[in-house]
């Protein structure tokens, strides 16, 4: 089992930067590839990156890449997405979640999931 926390999320201007942070509890972390996935008002959740085990291999959507960068600490059970470069479009909730099985970009294939942070970015 992993319980997950998300924190970091808020409003920021256009062109900002924010970090998104994960805390999970529960001794299968390290066993866990992590993603983050987002959902905006009306529209489906998407994804928008995971990472491996390791942390050695990571995954974006091409509406991020170059802009996120997920990472993950496994001595602080703690996974992170540092967003720079944001836009109004970028104006979601933000979730993190666990995978036992491996870094997929299918939020159905998560086992575990956080309550969600807010991120909203004004133009």
């Known amino acids: 089992q992993v319980q997950l926390v998300e924190s970091g999320g808020g409003l920021v201007q256009a062109g900002g930067s924010l970090r998104l942070s994960c805390a999970a509890s529960g001794r299968t972390f390290n066993r866990c590839a992590m993603g983050w996935f987002r959902q905006a008002p009306g529209k489906e959740r998407e994804f928008v990156a995971a990472?491996?085990?390791?942390?050695?291999?990571?995954y974006y959507a091409d509406s991020v890449k170059g802009r996120f960068t997920i990472s993950r600490d496994n001595a602080k059970n703690t996974v992170y997405l540092q967003m720079n470069s944001l836009n109004p479009e970028d104006t979601a909730v933000y979730y993190c979640a666990a995978n036992l099985r491996g870094a997929t970009m299918t939020y159905a294939e998560y086992n575990y999931w956080g309550q969600g942070t807010q991120v909203t970015v004004s133009s």
């Open positions: 990472i491996t085990r390791s942390g050695g291999n990571s």
